[in-house]
């Protein structure tokens, strides 16, 4: 059976019926098809098979799948093909934008684009401005690496589909980053890369077979009409290397030059037109040389420079990459009819929440829920880059893309696709590496001037050698458009912090701002908060001390109906276990102190001793009892109600953290909103000697306020939501962030491992990644000062030249990959275990 016969017999008989497409009878099976998400599709007319198939090639298919109804027409109208800009209008649907589209709390949107055709950071800077400066987008930040990018826009003035028609209109192409257009980008730009480096290859190895009868020949040993034939065998051969292989570098000199911009291709186009108009004019007029041999070896090498770099970006890029593709394609949905659990596989984009799915062992959970029936293993290393398993039962919850290991479990669903911890988790990722910290810019500042240079030292060397020797002048000029390339420079920062960025992540650090990373490095100063930071961040009530007519309990359900709602620790600590049915009316919070509400006809307080103090007075709330615990209290106007007892358990890797900043050189300080004998005992354990408690959220910002004013670079690490204020402040933000507060953080680097070793790796990191930018500016900029003056003086041939340009990027791209780390072998292990199961397992 053939293959078309295979994907004819997939395709339900229903849809072979009528026109796929419009939904009109077909008059015969088989005459018209057209090949849609995998299987044939019968359609009436020639029309219908040539919109299908163009909105198949564009990787649209999900049109047919959204769509409520067929395009409507009469019978016998003809189909005309959808313009290009009909497609991109079929991005504006809601449904489509659900999986790639977030909507910020301004009412703003926001998505990441791949860009084709971007080759330097001219075409980065191009696209920027002119997006830019389209009618209502907000921002733009596109990385040069990853070829991706952020754009945010508001939708009551501008389309997605106008910002993508915004981009083909210079001469680029976007299309919304998801798996079917990253898949077909990835693989069409490889595939032209390569036909276009082989036309060049097989060009140049036979243009240097023509070539080398002439340079080993002595004079007059070669006859003119064999040199003659020589030189126009040479010229045949090195046309399509010119019009086909080099075509990518003349039409994007041709749109620089049309937009009055100065990127790469120019002075890239100027060589290889000049060598090779050249060399056709000494060809025609029996001239001294030519250099065939060397153009088509200038673009050989140039296209398998840029063939390298693409795949190094590649490289750096996958980590992001590694976690969008986390959460599975599909899932097994659990539904019930007639009585029956009946179950169906469906799109894992397609779940809602409180439905219910069955995740076996060995497979990725397709959304963030709760498990409801059933107890298993999971593996969250790509998430928090902890390998070792963690158990999860019935009320845990579980983390979209994390591995179930061990056995099946039904999932309630809780968040899907862009609401998910990993969606959360990719976009920062993708925020960090689009942004452009200041090295980027300026590097790319002094590559628009550098190119302008270049263009003018080009020009000066050609004249000057003109005069001091016609035959030489030619190849030199060429040689100092194409030696000096600025795509080292512009590489040499985003390279690097894009493999960082995915270095962080395999270690639970998820960075936000990529500012941070060079902030993070350069700290001498490190604040730290107490609660959930240097403890458990689950502190327990071990004691209630009642005052006057009320018990224990009565005071436990008042605390309860204050701080219900609250998602801070001690609110959650004070709410456990308790069951109360009062309503807290008209509650004010107060950041850093409490909370004051009327609860049964009463106004109330609940927070810390000078919150309540401030209310009833200092002489009324009687003395500390045990100092090394947490006290909250409760009071009405008449007085205190019951202190609480509240115990919060060291993290049991706090004194190694403190130990290793310490070792590090960095100062440090423990700045914490609770009372004084549990900071200070804290403090001792920890034998940090500088401390400050009781100190309200603005207290701790101008705490870090004055430490910088007095010369130093702070880095604070805390809860990422009641510290905000004192995040904003500090040079690196540093939160502990879990669940949906990770998507709201503001801090600059969020640690999701469950451990504070990541905050000291990530350290170390930020240091290694900030040493390995210098490296490479330095080298790009030595390689320059070396390469030019060399050149200039005749001492680089054209090929030496194009080596040199290529090496040059690649070397930048390949010290950048330095900071990679291999991928855990334990999540291997993981898969391969659960795999097991599942196979011993079938059930």
């Not at 395009?71 to 649907?93: F, N, W």
């Not at 950071?121 to 009618?135: P, Y």
């Not at 108009?277 to 000494?282: D, P, Q, R, V, Y």
């Not at 609940?606 to 009687?622: H, K, Q, S, T, Y």
Request: hydrophobic fraction near 50%.
């Amino acid at each position: 059976m053939t293959s078309a016969a295979v994907l004819r017999a997939s395709t339900p008989a229903a849809e072979r019926s009528a026109c796929f497409h419009c939904g009109l009878p077909v008059p015969e099976a088989g005459r018209y098809t057209a090949v849609v998400d995998g299987a044939v599709r019968d359609v009436c007319c020639p029309g219908c098979q040539a919109v299908a198939e163009t909105i198949a090639g564009a990787g649209l298919q999900s049109y047919y799948r959204t769509r409520t109804a067929p395009p409507p027409r009469g019978a016998g109208e003809p189909v005309r093909l959808p313009t290009a800009r009909a497609l991109l209008e079929i991005y504006d649907r809601p449904e489509l934008q659900r999986g790639f589209v977030v909507e910020r709390a301004d009412g703003t949107l926001e998505a990441t684009l791949i860009l084709e055709d971007i080759h330097c950071a001219a075409c980065v800077w191009l696209n920027e401005r002119h997006l830019a400066g389209q009618r209502g987008v907000r921002s733009v930040d596109i990385n040069y690496v990853s070829r991706r990018a952020r754009v945010r826009w508001d939708p009551a003035l501008v389309h997605l589909s106008q910002l993508l028609a915004a981009v083909e209109a210079i001469g680029y192409h976007a299309w919304p980053d998801d798996d079917t257009h990253r898949v077909r980008v990835a693989r069409n730009e490889k595939r032209q890369a390569l036909w276009r480096l082989a036309v060049a290859g097989l060009g140049m190895m036979q243009v240097m077979m023509y070539a080398y009868p002439a340079y080993v020949a002595g004079a007059g040993e070669l006859p003119l009409d064999l040199a003659r034939l020589m030189r126009y065998a040479s010229l045949a051969l090195t046309l399509p290397v010119v019009l086909f292989s080099a075509a990518p570098f003349f039409r994007g000199a041709v749109r620089d030059l049309r937009l009055r911009r100065l990127g790469m291709d120019v002075p890239v186009a100027l060589g290889v037109a000049a060598g090779f108009l050249g060399s056709c004019w000494s060809t025609v007029t029996d001239g001294p040389a030519v250099y065939f041999d060397s153009v088509t070896m200038f673009v050989f090498l140039l296209l398998l420079g840029r063939f390298l770099e693409r795949a190094a970006h590649e490289r750096a890029h996958e980590a992001v990459q590694r976690l969008a593709r986390g959460i599975p394609a599909t899932a097994t949905r659990i539904g019930y009819g007639d009585g029956a659990e009946r179950q169906e596989v469906v799109p894992a984009v397609a779940l809602v929440p409180d439905e219910l799915v069955l995740v076996g062992p060995g497979d990725a959970f397709p959304a963030d829920g709760v498990v409801v029936t059933g107890a298993t293993e999971v593996d969250e290393a790509l998430l928090t880059g902890e390998s070792r398993p963690l158990e999860k039962h019935s009320g845990d919850e579980v983390t979209g893309g994390a591995i179930n290991l061990r056995a099946p479990v039904t999932v309630r669903v809780v968040r899907v696709g862009n609401d998910t911890r990993l969606a959360a988790i990719v976009r920062l990722m993708e925020q960090a590496q689009a942004q452009r910290p200041a090295l980027v810019a300026a590097a790319d500042r002094v590559a628009f001037w550098f190119v302008l240079a270049i263009l003018a030292i080009a020009g000066a060397t050609g004249v000057t050698w003109w005069w001091i020797d016609p035959a030489r002048a030619l190849p030199i000029a060429v040689a100092v458009l194409v030696v000096t390339c600025p795509c080292a420079l512009s590489l040499a920062t985003p390279a690097a912090l894009t493999v960082a960025i995915g270095t962080f992540a395999r270690r639970g650090v998820v960075v936000a701002q990529s500012r941070a990373i060079e902030a993070l490095a350069r700290v001498t100063h490190v604040v730290i908060d107490k609660t959930g930071t240097l403890t458990e961040g689950r502190p327990e009530v071990v004691d209630v001390r009642p005052f006057g007519t009320a018990d224990v309990d009565q005071c436990r359900r008042l605390a309860g109906a204050l701080e219900r709602g609250s998602n801070h620790p001690i609110a959650l600590a004070l709410c456990a276990g308790v069951t109360s049915e009062d309503i807290a009316i008209d509650p004010v919070h107060t950041a850093g102190s409490g909370v004051e509400a009327t609860v049964t006809g009463r106004r109330l307080r609940i927070g810390n001793r000078r919150f309540v103090e401030g209310w009833c007075g200092a002489d009324v709330l009687p003395l500390a009892v045990d100092d090394q615990r947490t006290e909250v209290w409760l009071a009405s106007r008449d007085g205190p109600l019951a202190v609480f007892k509240l115990r919060d358990a060291l993290r049991p890797d706090a004194a190694a953290l403190i130990g290793r900043l310490r070792d590090d050189g960095r100062a440090l300080v423990l700045a914490s909103g609770d009372e004084t004998g549990p900071v200070a005992e804290v403090a001792r354990r920890l034998g940090i000697e500088t401390w400050h408690a009781a100190l309200a959220p603005q207290a701790k910002r101008a705490l870090v306020a004055g430490l910088q004013r007095d010369g130093a670079r702070v880095a604070m690490i805390g809860d990422g939501i009641n510290d905000a204020p004192v995040l904003a402040q500090s040079d690196c933000a540093i939160a502990m962030g879990s669940g949906a507060a990770l998507a709201q953080s503001t801090a600059d680097i969020v640690i999701t491992a469950p451990h504070l070793a990541a905050v000291g790796d990530a350290i170390g990191l930020a240091r290694r990644t900030l040493a390995i930018v210098r490296g490479n500016l330095a080298w790009a900029f030595a390689y320059n000062v070396v390469a030019i003056p060399l050149t200039v003086l005749g001492l680089v041939a054209p090929w030496a030249a194009a080596i040199g340009m290529s090496a040059s990027s690649l070397l930048v791209v390949a010290n950048a990959l330095r900071l990679r780390e291999p991928v855990r072998a334990a999540r291997a292990t993981s898969r391969t275990e659960a795999t097991a199961v599942a196979q011993a397992n079938p059930s």
